[in-house]
């Protein structure tokens, strides 16, 4: 089984991009017309830059979930910095949770935890009854059933 997330809005975070770039392009023409405003033009030219990279990075930003009867495996994927993979057998897994994450109970988290080391929490303030099929599917993917920590 394979889960793949991936944020939604990327058309939006398009258009928000190319209007920054508008803004950085104007704020260039002002600083080049009035040099006395370079300082502090050029620090907020600077901060924009910087969120333009940001919603680069958490927008196109990808995380995948496979497993089979033996092994589970967590990949990591942004277009700005390393690939990031996390592989455990299936007999290290100590269990697999679904974990409530807001005071309503609406929204949730996949924790896995391993027999060693931390857990990984993923799709963190989805929907729960989302999350619940997808647990489920983990569990008889590696043959537990439901059994087994979670």
């Known amino acids: ?22 803004v ?18 050029g620090a907020i030219w600077l901060i924009e830059a910087s969120l333009i990279v940001a919603v680069i990075h958490n927008t196109w930003r990808t995380t995948t979930l496979h497993a089979d009867s033996s092994r589970i495996t ?15 057998a299936v007999a290290d897994i100590e ?11 609406g929204l949730a988290e996949i924790e896995i ?3 060693a080391g931390a857990p990984a929490k993923l799709f963190t303030d989805h929907r729960q009854i989302d999350l619940n ?16 920590g979670g």
Do not use: Q
Not at 8 to 20: C, D, N, P, T, Y
Not at 24 to 41: G, K
Not at 74 to 88: C, G, H, M, Q, Y
Not at 95 to 105: K, N
């Open 113 to 115: 935890r391993p027999v």
């Open 133 to 148: 099929p997808i647990a489920a599917d983990l569990h008889n993917v590696i043959g537990r059933n439901g059994r087994g």
């Open 24 to 41: 950085l392009a104007v704020m260039i023409d002002v600083m080049m017309s009035l040099p006395a405003l370079l300082l502090v033009l």
């Open 74 to 88: 967590l990949r990591f994927k942004t277009p700005l910095t390393r690939r990031r993979e996390i592989s455990w």
């Open 95 to 105: 269990g697999i949770l679904v974990l409530t994450t807001s005071a309503d109970g």
């Open 1 to 22: 089984m394979t889960v793949t997330e991936r944020l939604s809005g990327r058309a939006e975070a398009v258009a928000a991009i190319l209007f920054a770039l508008f």
